[in-house]
């Protein structure tokens, strides 16, 4: 296949809001070392598509407020290829007018749509998984995506439930994609065999995606379509701005992918991981012998372990008796959280702009 037609939708306008308080409103965690690497999130997602796909050919889905920092971040990029929502519409509307803005580019494109705060080392295998998507994706009507084969009965996730009769291709037709389970639901899913996580990685033609908005959202799509000769001019801007607030908030999973027929997922042949929470990255980071993982700066540990701990650089911290907490110096905040609670953290922003302003969330 011709590279030049190959493209990709990288996902960069989410807020990250549990982890607070690196990640905020104005500065959220795709652009930020999560994992003190020496690259951002972003930075990383884009180097992993660029292995195959033309950097002219990546456009980057954020907030308006971003796309400085995208710019920034991505000198490989120039302005048209961040594409900017001026209100937030969920996935869909999103990934409308991504492909719309690609189709006028190159009618024969298939693309890769990826979210920016993955990680995932083995980037070998993840190329070879992406190309082996735009192979079956090239093929009448097929949607694509990738699953992660699951070792745990996770809550935090949504599921793909496959049918068990592999194509030659290696892919497995999609049976239905399942909501987030409670525990005894997920393992029952696991006991089955036949689900993989949905970690929202999507591969189709241009033409196809097109034709299952067409067919699935037709408000939406004559919604955008109307602007079609606007897109990829210095008009467009114009035309967003006043059509895009109109879009129906609504995810590509209800939009398109729990109504299509032609859905086939591969099992991931990479390692991966959700960087969703201080949880998920201190599973992924090297630990001391106390079970401690730090992203920058040091610490002195005193009956201390199994702690997330997150320093400015060169920073020491001394912690003595903490066990299973997540603790984050930033500026202006410090954060000492148990971890069993990180899921509240999201929540305590609203108690923490109540408190002390909106500046420092």
Request: net charge negative; glycine share 6%; proline share 4%.
């Amino acid at each position: 296949m011709n590279n030049r037609n190959f493209y990709a939708v990288l996902m960069a306008g989410g807020v990250g809001s549990r982890f607070w308080p690196i990640s905020t409103t104005d500065y959220p965690k795709q652009f930020h070392d999560m994992l003190g690497t020496g690259d951002t999130l972003i930075q990383k997602t884009f180097a992993r598509l660029n292995r195959f796909v033309p950097a002219e050919n990546i456009l980057i889905l954020t907030n308006e407020r971003y796309k400085d920092l995208c710019l920034e971040q991505l000198p490989e990029i120039n302005a048209s290829q961040v594409v900017l929502e001026p209100v937030m519409r969920n996935t869909a509307p999103c990934i409308l007018y991504a492909a719309l803005k690609i189709q006028k580019m190159n009618e024969n494109a298939v693309m890769v749509v990826a979210p920016c705060d993955h990680w995932i080392e083995d980037e070998v295998a993840f190329e070879k998984d992406i190309l082996r998507s735009f192979q079956q994706a090239s093929k009448e009507g097929a949607i694509c995506t990738l699953g992660i084969r699951p070792t745990f009965p996770n809550t935090g996730f949504g599921y793909i439930e496959y049918i068990q009769d592999e194509l030659e291709s290696g892919f497995y037709p999609v049976q239905r994609f399942r909501e987030k389970p409670d525990y005894d639901t997920a393992k029952s899913f696991l006991e089955q065999g036949n689900f993989l996580w949905n970690a929202g990685i999507f591969i189709w033609s241009v033409k196809t995606i097109l034709e299952a908005f067409s067919q699935f959202q037709p408000g939406l799509y004559e919604l955008f379509i109307q602007g079609l000769e606007r897109y990829n001019t210095v008009d467009e801007e114009a035309f967003i701005t006043d059509n895009y607030h109109k879009a129906e908030d609504i995810s590509i999973d209800y939009a398109i992918l729990e109504r299509a027929k032609a859905i086939y997922v591969i099992p991931a042949t990479f390692d991966w991981n959700d960087l969703g929470t201080w949880g998920s990255l201190y599973d992924k980071l090297d630990k001391d012998v106390h079970n401690n993982a730090v992203v920058n700066g040091r610490i002195l540990a005193e009956e201390a372990t199994g702690n997330m701990v997150r320093l400015s650089k060169n920073k020491i911290a001394v912690i003595d008796g903490l066990k299973d907490y997540i603790i984050v110096d930033k500026e202006n905040v410090l954060m000492i959280y148990p971890k069993a609670k990180e899921q509240d953290i999201k929540k305590i922003l609203t108690k923490v702009k109540a408190s002390f302003g909106k500046k420092y969330i």
